[in-house]
């Protein structure tokens, strides 16, 4: 049997991400030792009871003690409380990464922490699901989804190798990009959409003239589509909002003024534009699905769906 | 055998709609014969090819000719010429039906043209996928879908419990509405869903700081959820803002101004009223799940797409 790729490491967080951390690394084997630490004791007890590590604690000092790779996967928003509570357990010469959704807020919170000697690479998973909590991670979750690091001026070039060929294991691509520049880019292919789809959720939930009963039943005929990112974590997602900022409100900027070209299009019955931006998406689409990045299958294969007894 | 619910059932128009429509009468044995029509040379060609029908002819008047039922599948701003071309060869006690999304407007635009004794029933089936033209339309599309008909003030029961029973025989469950209550209803969950997602990739679309390989290449962390929507048939989507202007610009109004409120918060750092909405909205998802009107897969079971080889 070949070692593990590491001795020991330690998860900071045991959520949807964390998780599935937990299980593709056991899988394939990477670590000697999972620990395994979260603030809560019910969180803790679900991951135990689930077998996903080798020891629990609620303390994630103790957790990190001689771990080579340490992964903070808690909402952005508490990056630097973790970093300031672990920092002076961690092993000299160990990788202390995250998986959080911003970066440069990431990186101010938690690298004036970082002792001296211990590698600190800022990564972030693009792979998430509408669910979260330890139950909700499955091995596969990294499977062909990118996975981006964001290195400080400095990094040691071994470190980031062996975290990258870490995550390559876990199934991922493997990209790097400036934290400004990763930040600009998430605000529009992640950021901007799940801010987008809770928002109509949340109009429609107000609405007097239609009810709650009709905007569910008639959902397949569009809604439905944005209501599985309406359902992600948020926790996750305010402290996205709170530490994303500026890149956010761009986008929301840019958003509104187009959706304000569209909205006159519709009033004064300018069909040309309409048809133009509407053949122009459509382009967009089949690149998607030439990148491997979604599956053609009409109205995503949801014809499996099993038919309930009519009414 | 028992005989077919209908003589002669003519399509007009065998887009998605029409050609799925075509596969279920066939696969239920609905109709005695098919007469197919549509103004595309081409299009009609391919339907031939496909082996949809039984005849197939570019005249509207000639398909609709002695047929028992009459389904109009057009994109709704052709929904006044399609009546006014047919109407002279609708055979009296004929039923005339349509699908389109928005239904005031189709009702103002047909009505006038209906012959005495002809039964004009509007209807949609709210069903659909991103795909169009004849090739695109499968027997399942209305399973477990509604339709819904808006009956104008002294419909013959009899033709409308015909029309109820063809359609549950194409796998949908009916409801009935009048149609202003029908196109506000469909303002917010498909019409505004569609406007928002076409937006939005218009949006990424144009970006100068992240380009559009990023967009592509990370589009699964939840821009890629908007995507299927915008990538709907640009002619049907023209019509349909054009043609249900007043709903729609009712709800982008709102949606405009909670997505203020939102932007706001993220400004001024509001971290409770954004954990509010995002809390809320999870709700809304269990209920469409509960409802069947979607699966609960994670992220839709895309784990089931192949790896491509990894770059």
């Given at each position: 049997m070949?070692?593990?790729?590491f001795?020991?490491?330690?998860l ?13 690394i056991?899988r ?9 630490s ?11 009871t ?13 957790a ?18 973790v970093?300031?509570?672990i ?16 970066k ?27 669910k979260?909590?330890?139950?909700a ?18 990094t ?7 975290l ?14 400036d934290?400004?520049?990763h930040d600009m ?18 109009t ?6 239609v ?21 992600s ?7 996205v ?11 929301l900027?840019?958003?509104s ?9 519709i ?28 599956i053609?299958?009409?109205?995503f294969?949801?014809?499996?769906v099993e ?5």
């Amino acid at each position: 049997m070949t070692s593990p790729m590491f001795e020991k490491i330690a998860l900071v967080g045991i959520g949807l991400i964390g998780s599935s951390l937990a299980r593709v690394i056991r899988r394939e084997g990477l670590a000697g030792h999972v620990a395994i630490s979260t603030r809560s004791e019910a969180t803790l007890k679900r991951a135990e009871t689930l077998g996903l590590g080798d020891s629990y604690t609620t303390d994630a000092r103790e957790a990190v003690r001689d771990a080579d790779l340490v992964i903070v996967s808690v909402p952005v928003g508490s990056s630097g409380t973790v970093a300031e509570e672990i920092a002076p357990a961690l092993k000299k010469g160990a990788i202390l990464t995250d998986v959080g959704s911003t970066k440069a807020s990431v990186i101010a919170q938690m690298q004036p922490h970082v002792p001296e000697g211990v590698h600190f690479i800022p990564g972030h998973p693009l792979a998430g699901t509408e669910k979260s909590g330890p139950d909700a991670g499955f091995a596969e979750l990294f499977a062909n989804r990118w996975c981006i690091f964001t290195p400080l001026p400095g990094t040691d070039p071994d470190a980031l190798e062996r975290l990258s060929e870490f995550w390559r294991r876990c199934g991922a691509n493997i990209d790097t990009m400036d934290p400004q520049h990763h930040d600009m880019t998430l605000a529009i292919v992640s950021h901007l959409p799940h801010i987008i789809a809770y928002n109509i959720v949340g109009t429609a939930d107000d609405l007097e003239s239609v009810t709650k009963t009709e905007v569910i039943k008639y959902s397949a005929s569009g809604f439905r589509d944005f209501t599985r990112l309406a359902a992600s974590d948020p926790t996750m997602w305010r402290d996205v909002c709170l530490h994303n900022k500026d890149a956010i409100l761009e986008m929301l900027a840019r958003f509104s003024e187009d959706l304000a070209f569209l909205q006159r299009a519709i009033r004064w019955g300018d069909g040309d534009k309409l048809f133009d931006l509407f053949t122009r998406t459509r382009a967009v689409r089949r690149s998607i699905i030439e990148a491997g990045q979604d599956i053609d299958a009409p109205d995503f294969g949801r014809q499996a769906v099993e038919h309930p007894a009519k009414g």
